[in-house]
């Protein structure tokens, strides 16, 4: 059974910093990813990795602030969070897929985890 424990979520200012942690067990995964939800919003993806060839992915709010890394011995992915925003709070989900099709898109994960929030206070 595939279980994703995520943590790390929180409230912060404006300026600080987060890092999301996620664990998967179970078995292992190809590629593993953030994706971020706000009330009334759909779903978006946020930053993923495809561990066999080191590849990650960013959205354009994110880059340059997001860094995505993991620690494949651990079958887990971090999320480092910085130079946060009040336009980051959001639900952020962990998700876990496999190693083919783009990694921005949702279809290609399989597990989903419960969310962590986030809220950056202005």
């Known amino acids: 059974q595939v279980q994703l424990v995520e943590s790390g979520g929180g409230l912060v200012q404006a300026g600080d910093s987060l890092r999301l942690s996620c664990a998967a067990s179970?078995?292992?995964?190809?590629?593993m990813g953030w994706f971020r939800q706000a009330p009334g919003t759909e779903r978006e993806f946020v930053a993923a990795?495809?561990?066999?060839?080191?590849?990650?992915s960013y959205r354009d709010s994110v880059k340059g602030r997001f860094a995505i890394s993991s620690d494949n011995a651990k079958n887990t992915v971090f999320l480092q969070m910085n130079s946060l925003k009040p336009e980051d709070t959001a639900v952020y989900y962990c998700a876990v897929g496999q190693d083919i099709g783009p990694i921005s898109w949702q279809r290609i994960y399989d597990y989903w985890g419960q969310g962590t929030q986030v809220t950056v206070s202005s």
């Open positions: 990795i495809r561990m066999s060839v080191n590849i990650t």
């Open positions: 179970g078995r292992t995964f190809g590629t």
